[in-house]
Protein backbone atom coordinates (compact mmCIF):
# COMPACT_ATOMS: atom_id res chain seq x y z
CA UNK A 1 0.00 0.00 0.00
CA UNK A 2 2.92 2.40 0.71
CA UNK A 3 4.49 1.58 -2.50
CA UNK A 4 1.43 2.49 -4.02
CA UNK A 5 0.77 5.69 -2.27
CA UNK A 6 4.54 6.40 -3.51
CA UNK A 7 3.83 5.82 -7.00
CA UNK A 8 0.71 7.80 -7.30
CA UNK A 9 2.55 10.63 -5.83
CA UNK A 10 4.98 10.91 -8.10
CA UNK A 11 3.07 10.07 -11.15
CA UNK A 12 1.15 13.40 -9.92
CA UNK A 13 4.37 15.11 -8.98
CA UNK A 14 5.52 14.36 -12.35
CA UNK A 15 2.04 15.72 -14.45
CA UNK A 16 2.69 19.22 -11.84
CA UNK A 17 6.09 19.50 -12.87
CA UNK A 18 5.23 18.69 -16.52
CA UNK A 19 2.35 20.94 -16.67
CA UNK A 20 4.05 23.98 -15.22
CA UNK A 21 6.73 23.78 -18.18
CA UNK A 22 6.22 26.83 -20.87
CA UNK A 23 7.36 26.83 -24.39
CA UNK A 24 7.49 30.19 -25.26
CA UNK A 25 7.34 30.60 -29.42
CA UNK A 26 9.11 33.33 -31.60
CA UNK A 27 7.37 36.35 -31.51
CA UNK A 28 5.48 35.97 -28.32
CA UNK A 29 6.16 36.86 -24.62
CA UNK A 30 4.34 36.01 -22.03
CA UNK A 31 3.76 38.07 -18.40
CA UNK A 32 4.45 36.19 -15.13
CA UNK A 33 2.49 37.14 -12.12
CA UNK A 34 3.41 35.47 -8.36
CA UNK A 35 1.05 35.52 -6.07
CA UNK A 36 -0.92 38.46 -7.70
CA UNK A 37 1.92 40.53 -8.87
CA UNK A 38 4.04 41.04 -11.68
CA UNK A 39 7.16 38.90 -11.35
CA UNK A 40 8.81 38.59 -14.88
CA UNK A 41 7.76 38.55 -18.63
CA UNK A 42 9.11 35.36 -20.28
CA UNK A 43 10.89 35.62 -23.94
CA UNK A 44 11.78 32.88 -26.62
CA UNK A 45 12.43 29.44 -24.88
CA UNK A 46 11.45 26.63 -22.26
CA UNK A 47 10.58 28.12 -18.91
CA UNK A 48 9.15 26.45 -15.33
CA UNK A 49 6.45 28.02 -13.82
CA UNK A 50 6.27 27.91 -9.77
CA UNK A 51 3.22 25.37 -8.56
CA UNK A 52 0.23 27.24 -7.11
CA UNK A 53 2.76 30.70 -6.76
CA UNK A 54 3.04 31.58 -10.49
CA UNK A 55 0.73 32.36 -13.19
CA UNK A 56 0.49 33.12 -16.84
CA UNK A 57 -1.43 37.03 -16.72
CA UNK A 58 -0.84 37.46 -20.64
CA UNK A 59 -0.06 35.85 -23.54
CA UNK A 60 1.50 38.48 -25.99
CA UNK A 61 2.28 38.56 -29.97
CA UNK A 62 5.19 40.54 -30.76
CA UNK A 63 4.15 40.58 -34.46
CA UNK A 64 3.09 44.14 -36.25
CA UNK A 65 -0.73 43.94 -36.26
CA UNK A 66 -3.34 45.28 -38.09
CA UNK A 67 -6.43 47.36 -37.19
CA UNK A 68 -9.08 48.16 -39.67
CA UNK A 69 -11.83 50.46 -38.09
CA UNK A 70 -15.06 50.93 -39.53
CA UNK A 71 -15.91 54.47 -41.04
CA UNK A 72 -16.27 57.14 -38.27
CA UNK A 73 -18.80 60.09 -39.23
CA UNK A 74 -16.53 63.25 -38.72
CA UNK A 75 -16.91 67.32 -39.68
CA UNK A 76 -14.64 69.45 -41.71
CA UNK A 77 -14.23 73.07 -40.75
CA UNK A 78 -16.80 73.96 -43.01
CA UNK A 79 -19.35 71.76 -41.72
CA UNK A 80 -19.18 69.16 -44.35
CA UNK A 81 -19.88 65.72 -42.62
CA UNK A 82 -18.17 62.73 -44.23
CA UNK A 83 -17.31 58.93 -43.05
CA UNK A 84 -13.66 58.27 -42.77
CA UNK A 85 -12.49 54.76 -41.86
CA UNK A 86 -8.93 54.24 -41.07
CA UNK A 87 -6.04 51.38 -40.94
CA UNK A 88 -3.57 51.14 -38.00
CA UNK A 89 -0.49 49.45 -37.95
CA UNK A 90 1.23 48.92 -34.36
CA UNK A 91 3.30 46.84 -32.67
CA UNK A 92 4.02 45.78 -28.55
CA UNK A 93 7.33 46.84 -27.64
CA UNK A 94 6.54 45.81 -23.71
CA UNK A 95 4.52 43.30 -23.01
CA UNK A 96 4.39 44.55 -19.07
CA UNK A 97 2.97 47.75 -19.70
CA UNK A 98 0.63 46.28 -22.51
CA UNK A 99 -1.04 43.85 -19.77
CA UNK A 100 -1.12 46.75 -17.17
CA UNK A 101 -1.16 49.69 -18.63
CA UNK A 102 -4.88 50.40 -19.59
CA UNK A 103 -7.68 47.53 -19.35
CA UNK A 104 -8.78 46.71 -23.10
CA UNK A 105 -6.03 48.17 -25.43
CA UNK A 106 -7.94 47.48 -28.22
CA UNK A 107 -10.82 49.54 -27.72
CA UNK A 108 -8.74 52.13 -26.22
CA UNK A 109 -6.87 52.42 -29.27
CA UNK A 110 -9.70 52.42 -31.11
CA UNK A 111 -12.05 54.83 -29.02
CA UNK A 112 -8.17 57.23 -29.27
CA UNK A 113 -8.35 56.66 -33.29
CA UNK A 114 -11.72 57.99 -33.57
CA UNK A 115 -11.23 61.26 -30.86
CA UNK A 116 -8.11 62.17 -32.86
CA UNK A 117 -9.74 61.65 -36.12
CA UNK A 118 -12.27 64.04 -35.85
CA UNK A 119 -9.72 66.89 -34.02
CA UNK A 120 -7.62 66.59 -37.06
CA UNK A 121 -10.41 67.05 -39.29
CA UNK A 122 -12.32 69.51 -37.65
CA UNK A 123 -8.95 71.76 -38.12
CA UNK A 124 -9.18 71.05 -41.79
CA UNK A 125 -11.72 72.40 -45.00
CA UNK A 126 -13.31 69.35 -47.07
CA UNK A 127 -10.58 70.82 -49.98
CA UNK A 128 -8.13 70.18 -47.61
CA UNK A 129 -9.02 66.99 -46.61
CA UNK A 130 -9.30 65.29 -49.81
CA UNK A 131 -5.80 66.42 -50.82
CA UNK A 132 -3.84 66.11 -47.19
CA UNK A 133 -4.27 62.89 -46.36
CA UNK A 134 -0.37 62.48 -46.28
CA UNK A 135 -0.60 65.33 -43.66
CA UNK A 136 -3.06 63.78 -41.95
CA UNK A 137 -2.01 60.32 -41.71
CA UNK A 138 1.65 61.77 -40.19
CA UNK A 139 -0.54 64.39 -37.74
CA UNK A 140 -2.33 60.75 -36.29
CA UNK A 141 0.80 58.33 -36.33
CA UNK A 142 2.92 61.14 -34.15
CA UNK A 143 -0.73 61.57 -31.87
CA UNK A 144 -1.24 57.70 -31.65
CA UNK A 145 2.21 56.84 -31.06
CA UNK A 146 2.97 59.22 -28.28
CA UNK A 147 -0.60 58.65 -26.89
CA UNK A 148 -0.04 55.17 -26.63
CA UNK A 149 3.40 54.40 -25.34
CA UNK A 150 2.16 54.18 -21.85
CA UNK A 151 0.77 51.10 -22.90
CA UNK A 152 3.89 49.46 -24.29
CA UNK A 153 1.99 50.15 -27.94
CA UNK A 154 3.99 51.63 -31.25
CA UNK A 155 1.87 52.95 -33.38
CA UNK A 156 4.38 52.51 -36.73
CA UNK A 157 1.74 53.74 -39.54
CA UNK A 158 -1.87 55.20 -40.35
CA UNK A 159 -3.54 55.08 -43.22
CA UNK A 160 -7.36 56.75 -44.60
CA UNK A 161 -8.54 53.86 -46.02
CA UNK A 162 -11.57 55.45 -47.61
CA UNK A 163 -13.19 59.00 -47.24
CA UNK A 164 -16.78 59.52 -48.39
CA UNK A 165 -18.29 62.71 -48.72
CA UNK A 166 -21.75 63.25 -49.04
CA UNK A 167 -23.92 62.14 -52.37
CA UNK A 168 -24.34 65.64 -53.47
CA UNK A 169 -21.21 66.54 -52.69
CA UNK A 170 -19.54 63.44 -54.70
CA UNK A 171 -22.09 64.63 -57.73
CA UNK A 172 -20.62 67.86 -57.76
CA UNK A 173 -17.15 66.58 -57.70
CA UNK A 174 -17.76 64.29 -60.18
CA UNK A 175 -19.09 66.97 -62.55
CA UNK A 176 -15.88 69.23 -61.42
CA UNK A 177 -13.47 65.97 -62.77
CA UNK A 178 -15.51 65.66 -66.20
CA UNK A 179 -15.37 68.91 -66.96
CA UNK A 180 -11.55 69.33 -66.03
CA UNK A 181 -11.52 66.00 -68.54
CA UNK A 182 -13.42 67.85 -71.33
CA UNK A 183 -10.77 70.81 -70.49
CA UNK A 184 -7.79 68.40 -71.02
CA UNK A 185 -9.22 66.94 -73.92
CA UNK A 186 -9.82 70.12 -75.61
CA UNK A 187 -6.24 71.10 -74.91
CA UNK A 188 -4.46 68.39 -75.99
CA UNK A 189 -6.75 68.01 -79.65
CA UNK A 190 -5.51 71.70 -79.90
CA UNK A 191 -2.43 70.74 -79.35
CA UNK A 192 -2.08 68.13 -81.66
CA UNK A 193 -3.90 70.39 -84.12
CA UNK A 194 -0.95 72.77 -83.69
CA UNK A 195 1.90 70.32 -84.29
CA UNK A 196 0.58 68.69 -86.99
CA UNK A 197 -0.14 72.14 -88.97
CA UNK A 198 3.53 73.04 -87.94
CA UNK A 199 4.39 69.68 -88.93
CA UNK A 200 2.25 69.99 -92.36
CA UNK A 201 4.22 73.51 -92.79
CA UNK A 202 7.47 72.30 -92.51
CA UNK A 203 6.40 69.29 -94.79
CA UNK A 204 5.37 71.95 -97.43
CA UNK A 205 8.62 74.00 -96.95
CA UNK A 206 10.80 70.78 -97.58
CA UNK A 207 9.11 69.84 -100.30
CA UNK A 208 9.16 73.29 -101.95
CA UNK A 209 12.69 73.04 -101.03
CA UNK A 210 13.50 69.66 -102.57
CA UNK A 211 10.99 70.90 -105.75
CA UNK A 212 13.01 74.10 -105.83
CA UNK A 213 16.73 72.53 -105.66
CA UNK A 214 14.88 69.77 -108.27
CA UNK A 215 14.17 72.02 -110.64
CA UNK A 216 17.95 74.05 -110.49
CA UNK A 217 19.29 71.00 -110.90
CA UNK A 218 16.94 70.16 -113.88
CA UNK A 219 17.93 73.99 -115.32
CA UNK A 220 21.72 73.37 -114.41
CA UNK A 221 21.29 70.26 -116.57
CA UNK A 222 19.66 71.49 -119.49
CA UNK A 223 21.92 74.48 -119.41
CA UNK A 224 25.09 71.90 -119.39
CA UNK A 225 23.05 70.34 -122.24
CA UNK A 226 22.88 73.74 -124.32
CA UNK A 227 26.11 75.02 -124.06
CA UNK A 228 27.42 71.17 -124.93
CA UNK A 229 25.44 71.13 -127.68
CA UNK A 230 26.48 74.95 -129.27
CA UNK A 231 30.17 73.78 -128.55
CA UNK A 232 29.41 70.77 -130.52
CA UNK A 233 27.67 72.11 -133.48
CA UNK A 234 30.52 74.68 -133.38
CA UNK A 235 33.19 72.50 -133.40
CA UNK A 236 30.89 70.67 -136.59
CA UNK A 237 30.29 74.25 -138.21
CA UNK A 238 34.68 74.61 -137.84
CA UNK A 239 35.25 71.22 -139.12
CA UNK A 240 33.10 71.89 -142.01
CA UNK A 241 34.83 75.16 -142.58
CA UNK A 242 37.90 73.55 -142.16
CA UNK A 243 36.97 70.97 -144.73
CA UNK A 244 35.65 73.53 -147.39
CA UNK A 245 38.78 75.74 -146.48
CA UNK A 246 41.20 72.57 -146.66
CA UNK A 247 39.12 71.57 -149.98
CA UNK A 248 39.63 75.11 -151.43
CA UNK A 249 42.94 75.24 -150.87
CA UNK A 250 43.50 71.15 -152.13
CA UNK A 251 41.84 72.34 -155.37
CA UNK A 252 43.78 75.74 -155.80
CA UNK A 253 47.09 73.46 -155.40
CA UNK A 254 45.83 71.08 -158.33
CA UNK A 255 44.87 74.21 -160.44
CA UNK A 256 48.78 75.60 -159.46
CA UNK A 257 50.01 72.07 -160.10
CA UNK A 258 48.60 72.21 -163.69
CA UNK A 259 49.13 75.47 -164.88
CA UNK A 260 45.95 77.20 -165.26
CA UNK A 261 45.32 80.05 -167.63
CA UNK A 262 43.69 83.11 -167.85
CA UNK A 263 40.66 81.66 -168.82
CA UNK A 264 40.23 79.08 -166.09
CA UNK A 265 41.07 81.60 -163.03
CA UNK A 266 38.51 83.47 -164.59
CA UNK A 267 35.95 80.86 -164.36
CA UNK A 268 36.74 79.99 -160.76
CA UNK A 269 36.53 84.08 -159.74
CA UNK A 270 32.72 83.50 -161.62
CA UNK A 271 32.24 80.80 -159.15
CA UNK A 272 33.39 82.70 -156.29
CA UNK A 273 30.83 85.25 -157.26
CA UNK A 274 27.94 82.92 -157.24
CA UNK A 275 28.91 81.77 -153.83
CA UNK A 276 28.55 85.40 -152.72
CA UNK A 277 25.12 85.86 -154.53
CA UNK A 278 23.81 83.08 -152.57
CA UNK A 279 23.93 85.48 -149.56
CA UNK A 280 21.04 87.16 -147.81
CA UNK A 281 22.70 90.39 -149.47
CA UNK A 282 19.88 92.14 -152.18
CA UNK A 283 22.53 93.79 -154.26
CA UNK A 284 25.60 92.81 -155.11
CA UNK A 285 28.87 95.00 -156.34
CA UNK A 286 30.77 93.51 -158.92
CA UNK A 287 34.40 94.76 -159.66
CA UNK A 288 34.86 96.10 -163.00
CA UNK A 289 37.86 94.02 -163.73
CA UNK A 290 35.28 90.95 -163.29
CA UNK A 291 32.54 92.64 -165.97
CA UNK A 292 34.67 91.76 -168.50
CA UNK A 293 34.70 87.88 -167.24
CA UNK A 294 30.95 87.82 -166.88
CA UNK A 295 30.67 88.68 -170.83
CA UNK A 296 33.78 86.40 -171.65
CA UNK A 297 31.57 83.52 -169.81
CA UNK A 298 28.21 84.67 -171.54
CA UNK A 299 30.04 84.14 -174.95
CA UNK A 300 31.67 80.58 -174.14
CA UNK A 301 27.48 79.76 -173.11
CA UNK A 302 26.27 80.63 -176.95
CA UNK A 303 29.09 79.37 -178.10
CA UNK A 304 28.40 75.97 -176.39
CA UNK A 305 24.26 76.08 -177.54
CA UNK A 306 25.02 76.50 -180.95
Known sequence: MGLFILLVVIVIA???????????????????????????????????????????????????????YPPQPVITKDNVTMQIDTVIYFQITDPKLYTYGVEQPMMAMETLTATTLRNIIGELELDQTLNSRDLINTKMRSILDEATDPWGIKVNRVELKNILPPTDIQNSMEKQMKAERDRRQAILQAEGS?????????????SA???????????????EAERQSAILKAEGEAEAIRKVQQALADSLEML???????????????????KVADGKATKVIIPSEMQGLVG???????GVKQ
Not at 49 to 64: G, I, M, T
Open 14 to 68: FIIVISNISVVQQSRAYVIERLGAFHSVWGVGMHFKVPFLDRVARKVSLKEQVLD
Open 194 to 206: KKSAILLAEGEKE
Open 209 to 223: ILRANAEKQAAILKA
Open 256 to 274: NEKAPNDSVLRLKAIQAME
Open 296 to 302: LANGIVE
